[in-house]
């Protein structure tokens, strides 16, 4: 998953930006987007600006959740009590881009175990049923078994059941499927789900306390751009925490 938040003044100017990739499931914290889309984050941001200010008045919360989507982007916009918005694009990355090609020990697991060799014995001709009956009838007295050169009915049946038999060839199970480290509800696997909208209520939550520090500098001023490394180090950090 990576993300673009960026923090918007009450005169709909932008007052702070800053990229960032998921940090769970073994995400190196790097954001994934493609170079030639990378440009089309704030436009795609600017944009859903027009649904917050339809949103807003029919929900009294503070966080409204996910308000806006475009093809595989989704924006989250958490609206302070002084018209201030912070507004999250989050767009998940395919497992290859996060997590790297699969490893060895779990591309093994799709390979059955091995199982007996088998091998082919020809079988001789039936003999004629004049023979059939002769051996049968030898058989059944109790006599030795006929010659070499005719073989028996229950040598012919016994070859034929090694080579045709169930119990002669083993049943393989289908090959379980690799293990996956998220779930259809984890961060990251899911925008919408509501464990990845509880995740981003908490980055705003943490990112809100900081705001509000700020806003308490004497020498800040209201939609004054921030530039301070400690503002830009605690969102990071509230990133990693909770994306």
Known sequence: MSYYFTIIGTKDNPLFE???GTSKAG???QARFAEQARHMNQFIVHASLDIVEEVQWASGNMY?????????NHVSC???????????????????NVHGPPS??????????????????????????SSLSSSSATTT??????AASTPSLASTTTTSSTL?????ITSFPPPAPASTSTSSSAIGANPTSAATE??????????????????MNPFYLLNMEVRSPVFRARVAAAGKKYL
């Open 164 to 168: 045709r038999g169930p119990s002669s």
């Open 18 to 20: 800053y990229e960032f």
């Open 198 to 215: 509880e995740a981003i209520r908490l980055f705003f939550t943490d990112v809100y306390e900081v705001w509000v520090k700020t806003l």
């Open 78 to 96: 958490f609206l302070t009590g002084g018209n201030i918005k912070f507004l999250l694009l989050h767009a998940p990355t395919g497992s290859s």
């Open 27 to 29: 995400g190196d914290g």
């Open 64 to 72: 409204l959740k996910c308000i806006d989507r475009f093809y595989n």
């Open 104 to 129: 060895s020990s779990s591309a093994a697991s799709y390979a059955p175990a091995p199982g007996p060799t088998l091998t082919h014995t020809p079988v001789s001709a039936p003999p004629p049923p």
């Open 141 to 146: 007295a109790g006599a030795a078994t006929p």
